[in-house]
């Protein structure tokens, strides 16, 4: 089992430009979420994804955006990239079953110049 | 809406030691869960404890154990025998068990330095 997957390890992209970052689940795992996690802080929720829809969303602006495909793997879209936006992303996965677990991929650090 | 609030941003503890790491929040649910991760250089992050609400005996895993006390809405953590390993940062984490919401909310962490 490969645990969670998350693509590219990193990233560093201008102020404006758009960037997709892209996580695989856990095996046997429906529901995808999305955080961020500045520098010295906790992660902040941006949205989760279940059944290729997004179901509750954190307080992040309408650049932010996603997608959930049949087998699960989930993008996270970014438009518009502004410095504030330099941040680890990372992406947990569970099983709407039983939110008691939810297990974390190793993250995509993004750096916006 | 939950709050978590970690108030030690630094923690440090010789090699062998006990240290105990503190955690509040604040909720106006019956149910949840509360979790520690630990998140070291690597980025990845790591399930150390998970605690159930419902459930008043305190949760233990190996050399860490928690103490969980629901009216006062305290949560810390407890690592005995402290090891090199365990130097890391940790989050206490709170998610409701509403199936329809697998958000967690973090504090914003404490930094554990163990020293040999």
């Known amino acids: 089992d490969a645990g969670v997957t998350q693509s590219p390890t990193h990233l560093i992209k201008t102020r404006g430009q758009q960037v997709t970052l892209r996580c695989s689940p856990k095996?046997?795992?429906?529901?995808v979420s999305w955080y961020q996690q500045a520098l010295g802080q906790g992660p902040q929720f941006i949205f989760q994804?279940?059944?290729?829809?997004?179901?509750q969303r954190g307080n992040f602006p309408d650049r932010f955006s996603g997608h959930q495909f049949p087998n699960y793997s989930s993008e996270l879209n970014v438009n518009a990239l502004l410095l504030g936006d330099s941040a680890l992303y990372l992406c947990?996965?569970?099983?709407?079953?039983?939110?008691?677990?939810?297990?974390f991929g190793p993250g995509t650090r993004l750096t916006v110049l | 809406a939950q709050t978590v609030t970690q108030s030690q941003p630094e923690m440090s503890v010789q090699e062998a030691e006990t240290v105990t790491l503190s955690c509040t929040y604040d909720?106006?649910?019956?149910?949840?869960?509360l979790f520690w991760y630990k998140q070291p250089p690597s980025r990845q992050m790591i399930l150390v404890i998970r605690?159930?609400?419902?459930?008043?005996q305190n949760a233990t895993e190996n050399r860490f154990s928690v103490n969980f006390q629901k009216a006062a809405k305290s949560f810390s953590l407890k690592i005995s025998d402290s090891q090199l390993g365990d130097a890391a940062m940790y989050f206490c984490?709170?998610?409701?068990?509403?199936?329809?919401?697998?958000?967690?909310?973090f504090g914003d962490g404490t930094t554990l330095t163990v020293k040999p």
């Open positions: 984490a709170y998610r409701t068990v509403n199936t329809n919401a697998g958000k967690s909310t």
């Open positions: 605690q159930e609400a419902y459930k008043q």
């Open positions: 947990a996965s569970s099983h709407s079953r039983s939110y008691s677990e939810q297990f």
């Open positions: 994804y279940y059944e290729e829809e997004e179901r």
């Open positions: 095996s046997g795992h429906d529901t």
């Open positions: 909720t106006s649910e019956s149910d949840y869960y």
